[in-house]
């Protein structure tokens, strides 16, 4: 019998070279007969998996991997399905056949056979041409396309594979053991080390002071611990020195070496780390190692525990400072003393239900043809009001406005009540821990954990590299002795001395990386983490660089995902790769709550939890406006400098360190010049850094879309840890901006009085309001006529949720018309009536979460009420010219037309752009 095109497992091991003939006997088995040996063996069913129909490879295609080590001479490879594993045979030139099912063979195709995969590496070798890293005589289109050129093969099996074809080459699907923490962690974090290990591709977004390089630094030990191998990237060095510097801190950076570009390797050949003398202390008995794992096991039970409770404790530290920052302005607008002691304590969902009710009395056309049971229920509200809740107020069921804002107030001084109580309870569970003992010992049985690990690895000592080629030629074994390689993205590919490529590739402010070094540093690993964040700055480009890839992009029916002149390499990852694993890390520990919160709101959605603690300091966040007139003349104010050193630095004393930030190198220029202690830089150059106060000197006399940049002024006040002042022009603006939100913030959290005429909106009390009254309508069916303002609310919640450009809109719900114009002084008497009525509200609100400032009304029309013939039009037509007036634009959708989420989506963006 003819095997040639056989697989044979006897017992599991692949024997189709020793068998000269095998047969079935009978049902229950098999008869084998091996070369030179007459004798025939008979095996049971269960011992034997005989497989045919192999797949044929090419080998000019293909790389084949022995025990890690590339092979040549391949004349055939074949591969046999034994349900979904493989199984491979392997003919050399020689004639030598090699037969695997253990998985020491392992075969690669190239990724780039598919036109898909083509086309894109194809597009991001024509971008390299026009970087300009590393050009000179030798290279005149740069150092990046030349390596490009080099580039002919990238295995189906890495990284780079699933970003160039994603459809063809899904990410997949990875398990791994436990996991160590030695450089301590939190609920995101623990989460992003998780997702790291199961997922071929991971994504962390790393907002500002959350812990990034820590997340980082706990991935790499659990790395190294595995015996695997890292090539940790990013666009500078400023990245992977921190990360060099914090294992050093550690006792654990002589796993590291610090390459890159020829200097780089030049330093770490002439200082390479010896082996620590506390290595041999390193060991850890079997059973040493079981007690350690299972303290450690103990400690991250309890911790995640304690993880949930501050996570909770933030939360709820964030609300309570928003409603009593709310609770102070809605006193200043009624004109009210504080009155917490004078009122009854009372459930405040119970009293927005009640409030609810009575605002469904005030709708009903008729309060005097209510029925028996209504005014049964009238009266009980009446006795619920006097009696349970001691409000003062007549009950008069034809004006109940004065009395929904004693409802108001109740809510807000019972809220705080609540929170304040939630907030000690959990304070108190918080104190039945020991979290700061408990976070040592998992840090520490991390730590000993990784250390008997190294101590396996390293305990017969390390082999010394002789010059940069000693690598190239030794490079199963340097990566062997250095696990760790730290590199810029640029240089990834030149710290790839062999064959085998790394097990991971992390790659550290992805937000900056150009989509085609970010390509190039993917084909170096298996598996990919990529960290940064989408709301900080990308790596900046010139505008001739932008036109030159809008026309290289045009040739090619690539996806938009992959357009370098549209997207960081961060950005076109997420955009490219369906579903690929996301972790944010939530958890903010630099900046003052008052501080952070405006990125939280303005740039993140609320999702940031601030750990930080608001002890009441003074003049956390100030904004000092100059003379209005045109000060600014090429990119320079002389007026805004003069104010930074007569009005800001003179009152900044004991603030420790100052940093000035602003969009211009002019600016920078001028403010270095006259300023000798405090120094000044762009807001780039600032990306990565804190000082204790920031001033910010925006400069332009109109705020241009250049300084106004969403990212760059996310950057720039997160930078400040304890202060931040912002210095801007007087001059009226002749559009709203990132900066303008940012005036009104400050001034919203200063209880200063803006002078919009349009009312701030008071969106905790009616985010409240809006969720109950979601729940109200659905639980009362005959008010049929308001099934369409649920239906549109969850439309408003879904299309503010599409877009990241949505993150600082909020939709509020049934807001009365009075609460939203502040100053009446353009209304007829007619107009000032309607709008004053309690009545009078905009079905939907959406509103700007940092400036609490109104931005979109939206109405919900049913036909039968809003037709041309009713009393209700008329009233339309009266809001509809009162907004008009006061410049709130307003989107009306029929229950008979269509379209409605294109009509929200257009309207929104004519708003925010």
């Known amino acids: 019998m003819d095997l040639s095109k056989h697989f044979i497992l006897l017992n599991g091991e692949p024997k189709t070279l020793q068998i000269d003939a095998i047969q079935r006997n009978g049902i229950n088995g098999y008869s084998v007969r091996f070369k030179n040996n007459k004798r025939t063996y008979n095996y049971g069913r269960d011992k034997v998996v005989w497989l045919n129909n192999p797949e044929w490879k090419d080998p ?138 199961e997922h071929q591709i991971s994504v962390i977004q790393g907002p500002p002071g959350t812990g990034k390089t820590q997340t980082i630094l706990n991935i790499i030990a659990n790395i190294v611990r595995q015996g695997k191998t890292v090539m940790v990237v990013s666009n500078n060095n400023s990245a992977t020195t921190n990360v060099q510097e914090k294992l050093e801190k550690y006792g654990v950076g002589f796993i590291a070496a610090a390459l890159g570009n020829k200097d780089n390797k030049e330093h770490f050949i002439a200082n390479q780390p010896t082996l620590p003398l506390e290595l041999e202390q390193w060991d850890l008995s079997l059973q040493d190692s079981i007690k350690t ?157 990784l250390e008997a690990s190294l101590h396996d690895k390293y305990k017969k000592g390390r082999a010394v590299f002789a010059d940069t080629d000693n690598l190239r030629f030794q490079a199963d074994e340097f990566q062997k002795q250095y696990p760790v390689v730290l590199s810029t993205t640029f240089s990834a590919r030149s710290c790839m001395f062999g064959d085998a490529p790394y097990d991971y590739l992390i790659m550290d402010e992805a937000s900056q990386v150009s989509s085609d ?36 992009v045009k040739p090619y029916n690539i996806a938009d995902g992959y357009d370098c002149a549209e997207y960081s390499f961060l950005e076109s990852v997420l955009k490219i790769i369906p579903n690929v694993t996301e972790t944010m890390l939530r958890e903010h520990y630099r900046c003052h709550p008052r501080i952070i919160n405006f990125c939280n709101q303005k740039f993140y ?105 969403a990212k760059m002024l996310n950057v720039a006040v997160s930078r400040a840890q304890k202060r931040f002042c912002l210095v801007v022009t007087g001059n009226e603006q002749e559009k709203h901006s990132n900066i303008m939100d940012l005036l009104d913030y400050i001034a919203y959290n200063n209880c200063m009085v803006t002078e919009s005429k349009l009312a701030s909106i008071f969106d905790y009390l009616y985010e409240q309001y809006t969720e109950q009254r979601m729940a109200f309508l659905e639980n009362h069916p005959q008010i049929s006529e308001y099934v369409s303002e649920n239906l549109t609310y969850s439309l408003i919640g879904e299309v503010l949720a599409s877009d990241a450009a949505y993150n600082y809109l909020k939709v509020l719900c049934h807001v009365p018309l009075r609460q939203v114009v502040k100053d009446t002084s353009m209304m007829s008497p007619e107009e000032l009536k309607y709008a004053s009525n309690c009545n009078t509200h905009l079905d939907f609100l959406i509103i700007n979460r940092v400036s609490k400032q109104p931005v979109l009304a939206i109405e919900t029309d049913g036909y039968s009420y809003h037709n041309d013939e009713t009393e209700q039009h008329q009233r339309d037509l009266m809001k509809d010219h009162i907004l008009s007036n006061y410049g709130l634009p307003l989107l009306r959708l029929s229950t008979k037309g269509s379209g409605e989420r294109e009509k929200i989506i257009s309207s929104l963006n004519m708003v925010i752009c």
């Open 517 to 552: 070094t970010g390509t190039l540093a993917l084909t170096c690993a298996k598996n990919a983490v990529i960290v940064g964040d989408t709301k900080q700055l990308p790596n900046v480009e010139t505008e001739e660089d932008r036109m030159k890839l809008r026309e290289i």
């Open 60 to 197: 000019i295609q293909c790389k084949v991997f022995v025990d890690g080590k590339l092979q040549n001479g391949i004349r055939e490879i074949w591969r046999f399905d034994n349900y979904g594993h493989s199984c491979w045979r392997v003919i050399y030139n020689s004639g030598f056949v090699q037969d695997d099912a253990a998985g020491r063979i392992v075969v690669t195709q190239s990724c780039l056979q598919e036109a898909v995969s083509k086309d894109v590496f194809v597009y991001m070798k024509n971008v390299a041409t026009i970087n300009t890293l590393g050009k000179d005589e030798q290279h005149p289109n740069g150092v990046l396309s030349s390596i490009y050129n080099k580039v002919d093969f990238i295995a189906d099996d890495l990284a780079a594979a699933c970003y160039l074809n994603p459809a063809k080459n899904k990410p997949k699907k990875l398990s791994h053991s436990d996991l160590i923490y030695p450089f301590g962690c939190n609920a995101s974090q623990k989460i992003a080390v998780s997702n790291a290990f």
């Open 293 to 449: 794992k299972r303290t450690l096991h103990d400690a991250l039970h309890q911790l995640d525990r304690v993880y949930a409770l501050q996570n909770k404790l933030a939360e709820l530290r964030q609300e309570l400072q928003a409603v009593e920052l709310e609770w102070e302005h809605f006193k200043l607008e009624q004109d009210i003393s504080d009155c917490k002691d004078s009122y009854r304590s009372a459930n405040s969902s119970h009293v927005i239900w009640l409030w609810l009710k009575l605002q469904s009395i005030a709708e009903d056309v008729d309060v005097k043809q209510f029925g028996v049971f209504q005014r049964i229920k009238l009266w009980w509200m009446k006795l619920m009001c006097k009696y349970k809740w001691h409000i003062r107020l007549s009950f008069d069921a034809a004006n109940l406005q004065p009395l929904i804002i004693e409802l108001q107030i109740l809510y807000y001084v019972n809220r705080c009540k609540e929170l304040a109580a939630e907030i000690a309870d959990k304070e108190q569970q918080l104190r039945t821990y020991d979290a700061k003992n408990l976070t040592k010992t998992l840090t520490d049985s991390s730590l000993t954990l």
């Open 605 to 709: 959605g609320g999702n940031l939890l601030v750990m930080t603690e608001d002890k009441g300091e003074e003049n956390v966040l100030s904004a000092f406006k100059t003379a209005k007139g045109n000060h600014a003349i090429g990119n320079f104010n002389q007026r805004e400098i003069d104010v930074v050193k007569e009005e800001v630095l003179p009152i900044l004393s004991d603030v420790g360190s100052i940093g000035i930030v602003t969009p211009y190198n002019n600016q920078v220029d001028a403010f270095n010049h006259q300023l000798n202690h405090v120094k000044a830089g762009t807001i780039h150059k600032y990306q990565g850094r804190e000082e204790d106060t920031i001033i910010m000197s925006v400069v332009d006399n109109q705020i241009s879309e250049f300084a106004d940049d």
